[in-house]
């Protein structure tokens, strides 16, 4: 087909879907980039009805169409509390990718999305390059945060964490645990719990290990695709996720594959959503591989107390001197996957903290992915508010089901100087645990 008839056949599914849209404006009051802006354009009707013949609004100004069309944190809070159920998320992936086809990909991200994130071992080298230099850039901010004052026009003022010398895979290698009494899964860590948050990941095998679960970690995992996806490039997305059925599928040729599980709600509502959806661009033995793996993909937090019943018949009460933890719902986790109540079961199973809930939970914390890097601005707004939230529940811990959405606490809670400290469920699950 040619990039023209492809381009034709995207708008018009485009037009198909926007027929759906009454413009009733419910997605106004859960949009949280229309709520520190308040302009009608940032919010979900308005972008729709920017889309309306997207084919002469791109020749008049792409620039103009991308840059609005860009200023979607795509959390699906719009869709969720949509009265006619408009595919919001697949209308604005689908005009993502009918903009990158006509204007053309930058070159920086064609580099990142179809090189980098398509081969492990480089990425792996270059980070382990990064964690050797990052000290000649890094300025402490907080107890675990640093800001990188030289390389400011790159990175922002953001407050993030050292890189960890080694990734989780490069570390442990093949990762092959026969299940002792449960069943027999593939830990896909994600890439940033993978090369960033490496203690999640110690965290995860901790669990899984602990509960009898067979583990298989195979090297050569790529990153799942959302980020080439959100900014509209398919060839990279299909790429990372062609890297990612050849482990797969080698997995489930050696042997029973219950599950696939990660720590991710990104991770897991792409494999579960995102790669069946594009799944005409692979061949036919492939899309096999990728329907058995959404049919088989799920949340950690998910898997340890819907299929393992962790916390089933237990009652656990916080010690007299339990911390304080609050807990934000990941967009993805939450509204994607339906995740809500799981992690808060794990949460309450360690006695050493005591759950108490912050105001909007379920609101976006604004990090998006590379919504933050390209509207860091707009991000810091949306964060604001939810690192008030948390710091108004009085915990001096906040947990998240998404390493996403750590980074982005992380951040915020460090910019105001807040000692609150960030996890994952798991990670506090684990601390219980004496084995």
Known sequence: MSDIAHLAQTLMRLDDKLAYCMRCGLCQ??????????????????????????????????????????????????????PSGVSIMKIFMEARQALAEYKGLPLAKKLV??????????????????????????????????????????????????????????????????PAK??????????????????????CLKVLKHHGV???????????????LSSGDLPGFVAQTGKNVEVIEREFERGAIDYIVTPCGSCT??????????????????????????????????????????????????????KKVTFHDSCHLKKSLGVSAQPRTLIGMNPRYRLVEM????????????FTLFHYDLSKQIGRRKRDNVVASGAATVATGCPACMMQLSDMLSQSHDSVDVKHPIEIYAESLTD
């Open 29 to 82: 009051a859960v949009c949280p980039v229309f709520g520190a802006t308040g302009k009608e354009a940032d919010v979900t009707r308005g972008k729709l009805a920017l889309l309306e013949n997207l084919a002469h609004r791109m020749i008049e100004d792409p620039d103009a169409v991308e840059e609005k069309v860009g200023r979607c944190l795509l959390c699906g809070s719009c869709q969720a509390n949509c």
């Open 113 to 178: 999305f179809r090189q980098l994130l398509t081969r492990p071992a480089l990425f792996d080298n270059l980070l382990k390059i990064g964690a050797k230099c990052q000290g000649l850039v890094m300025k402490p901010k907080g107890a675990n945060t640093y800001d990188m004052p030289l390389l400011k026009k790159m990175v922002g003022s953001r407050h993030i964490a050292k890189i960890p010398p080694v990734s989780f895979i490069a570390k442990h290698g093949r990762v092959d645990i026969r």
């Open 182 to 203: 449960g069943p027999r899964v593939l830990f896909f860590p994600g890439c940033m719990a993978d090369k960033y948050y490496t203690n999640l990941a110690e965290a």
């Open 214 to 228: 067979g583990v298989v970690v195979p090297e050569g995992l790529a990153c799942c695709g959302i980020p080439a």
């Open 269 to 322: 509502s792409t494999i579960k959503e995102w790669w069946p959806y594009y799944g005409n661009e692979f061949e036919s033995h492939e899309r096999s591989v990728i329907l058995r793996a959404a049919e088989h993909v799920i949340d950690i937090n998910a898997f340890l107390v819907d299929v393992l019943h962790v916390g089933e018949g237990v009652a656990t009460e916080p010690a007299a001197d339990a």
């Open 359 to 370: 105001a909007e939970a379920d609101r976006c914390c604004g990090c998006g992915g590379s």
